[in-house]
């Protein structure tokens, strides 16, 4: 069955029982779908938003070059992951969501189903479980499209900005980078899904299934982290807009980079390729990318990965690798 | 100039500048554009949040058959209208919104800084000066896609839901219904837009820029109203929405739904079509619906068209028109 064959009210009737609601006396979902709007807890009296969206065949597809097919699992788990990770990123727990899916009319009703799971499953089993969906909107379009917009609470406390970077300072990273990257070549290679080992089809699930370290976040800012951003572009691109904001320098550390490429080798070998170009350019992995205090004990899940340094010369802010510019970028939305 | 010739953050550089930030000490935006997320004011410790999509070619067609063509004015315009609109609805005031914009890559740049000046003059013009674009995502698409979480405040009062509609309550709508429909015919007609008179014009206006009469969610909320909500899918099915969740029946009056039509003559006299079935039917003027206590002066804007009344039959919720069942229904997403 597709979802042509249904109404909009009937397709939501099999879609909420599959939503998360938030539990018991944590959810901050105080009016949930139903009205013109939901009504969702600020308890500080602040709301941090985020928004995100998925294109099918611009941000996934839907069929792969190896013979994977992208499931609604997958789909529904990225859109958490990805809009979780943004308010982890500013210290922030997330209250709720709202969702958008855009649906060719022969997209089939179970897909849809198997998607409302992955949402939950993602916002479950990534820790959030408090994040309640407070509502959405269904509607028709040629190619398949998520949105989601993410509310989350500062419980009183400050924000942690991409901003405050300081000379000194320690940089490190909480999860991972270059994963989804290497995930996403195997995805596009020759190499059939069926062929890949344990360790190559678990770069290739990070593509598919991301494992943003929502814990790090506030932990980083409860540990007195100055500056923090998640790594959705890549780290040289991201850390380039976390150094321009700081008006400083982000030296990354040789040593470490090849730490990072280590986990990438059953992809890189298989497929010629050299790894630091993930390390350096790889984003959706949601790495979380922070720095802190030198000399200050890292937090649990943060691993140093270079220092921030003063700029040279007035506005030559940027991104070195063992004092030497970083020219590796990684992809951008528009610019080929 | 085309949106592939840029990249993303040239493309937000032109952006941002045409976005409506909100005014002095009434903005609720305290962290901006820039981070990871924006964090926006909830005062009274709770947040109203929705969320909509337009999908060209769904929602709308960039060009008509009747010659018009859709200006990213008109999207933005929309795109504001129709999320500020769900924020009144509940009797709260919005406070933000943040927007994700999928566009092809031969997209015209003039195009998405016409779409944020659209988004910020429907902001300003239709009554919602405060709400502050907060955030956004820019990506591509086959296919151009405007989605809009708006973010909105009860200042500490309680919202109308749909659920409080009770047997003897005068039924009420503000703005227009019809209007919106009748302009969607004119522009699938083959009368070329030229030849229109200004009468017939402006009803094709509504379609493309509607003017949901924000000022009357507040204003209803304070002089008691019981039930509320906004129609985008027409007056039987919303009002069969409200008469469910208020196990109610909403009875209109016959003479009442004769007025609404008559300024939609213009547009049936032309085209040879009953104007009764774009009252009844005709979604997108994002008119609002509400319920008073009978005997309330109705708050300005306000009309009377018909009354609650109890339901014969357990879960015989439903719209009458003179006491019989309407059968005429607007427009779904899904089911042709």
Redo the contacts between chains.
Sequence with gaps: MT??????SE?LERIFPRLNRGFGDNTAL??GP????????????????????Q?A???FRLQWNNGYRTSGYDVGWKAAAQNL???N??G?RAT?M???L?MP?ETAVAWVEDFADGLTAGIRELGAPDCAV??????????L?V?V????T?DGRE?V??SGARPGDTLALAGTVGRAAAGLALLESGTGVGSLTGEQRALMDTQCRPWPPLAAGPLAREAGATAM??ISDGLVRDGGRMAA?SRAVLNLDAAALKDLAVPLLPASKLLGTDPLAWVLGGGEDHGLLATFPAGLQLPPGFTAIGSVEAPALMNSSGVTIAGRPADTVGW?????
């Design positions: 979802v042509a064959g249904l109404s909009e397709l105080l009016l139903g009205d013109d709007a939901a009504i969702v807890a600020a308890p500080d009296g602040r709301t941090v938003v985020s928004i995100d969206t294109v065949d611009q941000d990770s943004d308010i990123a500013m922030a709720s709202v969702v958008s855009t009319p407070a509502g959405g909107d269904l509607g028709r379009g040629r190619e499209a949105t917009a993410v509310l989350g500062l924000p900005l991409r951003m998640d904001a951008d939305h528009f610019a080929d």
